[in-house]
């Protein structure tokens, strides 16, 4: 005999809100690994291109040369300086829905627990009414082999 769960509706409503919840995360974790990922190659870019800079130095580079260098390593320190703002409000994001996650999991917890007790107590008085039960038919026997 299935026992209802008062709470059951409420229960069933956090769960989805969890799902969607967590969906949300995992867009935000892939979102944040994108941007950093991103930044990555960045740092990867111009430290190769450092070194190619110093090879051509050493080698002997034009003035012009020099200057056409120095604008694209400003360049892409730009492009840095925007990707690291970005990993930053990314992982911020990130951060946020993970705790709105957590928040989530503890929810569905207290619900959980609340239904666990619930069937414990259900049981509980499940086996008291049959101890009563056994009680009085035990009483019942022993009354009708007296008569």
Known sequence: ???????????????????HVQMSYEVAVKSF???ATKLY?????KEMF??????????GLSIIGIKQQQLFR??????ISKAQIDVMQTRNI???KQEELLDQNVEVKKFEKMKEKAFKLQYANLL?????????LSLQQFVNRNL
Request: avoid cysteine.
């Open 1 to 19: 005999m299935a026992i209802p769960f008062r709470f059951e509706k409420i229960l069933t409503i956090k769960q989805k809100e969890k799902e």
């Open 41 to 45: 190659e960045l740092l990867r870019k």
């Open 128 to 136: 008291n009414l049959e101890s009563k039960l056994m009680d009085d």
């Open 94 to 96: 990130m951060l946020t």
């Open 74 to 79: 400003d360049a892409i320190e730009r492009d």
């Open 33 to 35: 690994e994108k941007e």
């Open 50 to 59: 450092d070194e190619h800079t110093e090879q051509e130095l050493n080698s």
